[in-house]
């Protein structure tokens, strides 16, 4: 079942359940996916639709720190449910292992020797982690290897 389908059955459960807070979350989820849709004039694959999971996700996170610091810990709770909403449909994050040994993978198989050669071991990782891990804290970890 991709993605997109199993936000329009959760959606489903939600109206049932009269669980609203997470109906608006899941509702949000499927205005972004079907707003790309309408935009590119075409479906979105999982892999899209993955992303566009993580992006909301990730402004998410970065609402709740400015919340933080704003002294509104009732709106930083509100995101806080709406992440942990959002990432029941992303798949499951690797582990640092499993991460480390996809970057020492990606940079034997480009051939990647210098910081030139950052957006080879990128491109070749990107879709095997898109949704899975941070791709900020990933670039991080391949600029150490590469120095």
Do not use: C, H, W
Not at 11 to 18: D, I, L, P, T
Not at 24 to 33: F, S
Not at 81 to 109: K, N, R, Y
Not at 111 to 133: E, F, H, N, T, Y
């Amino acid at each position: 079942m991709s993605i997109i389908e199993r936000l329009k059955e959760e959606q489903k459960v939600a109206m049932r359940a009269k669980d609203k807070a997470r109906l608006g979350t899941i509702r949000l989820a499927l205005a972004a996916v079907k707003q790309l849709e309408v935009d590119g004039q075409k479906t979105l694959t999982n892999d899209e639709a993955i992303a566009v999971l993580t992006k909301m996700v990730k402004q998410r996170r970065d609402s709740i720190s400015q919340y933080e610091a704003a002294n509104r810990q009732d709106l930083a709770d509100v995101e806080a449910a709406e992440v942990v909403v959002l990432q029941e449909f992303l798949p499951q994050p690797l582990t640092e292992e499993e991460l480390a040994a996809l970057i020492e993978q990606a940079m034997t198989d480009s051939g990647a020797s210098s910081m030139q050669d950052m957006g080879k071991v990128m491109g070749l990782l990107k879709p095997q982690i898109q949704g899975r891990a941070d791709m900020g804290a990933v670039s991080g970890l391949i600029r150490a290897r590469l120095n």
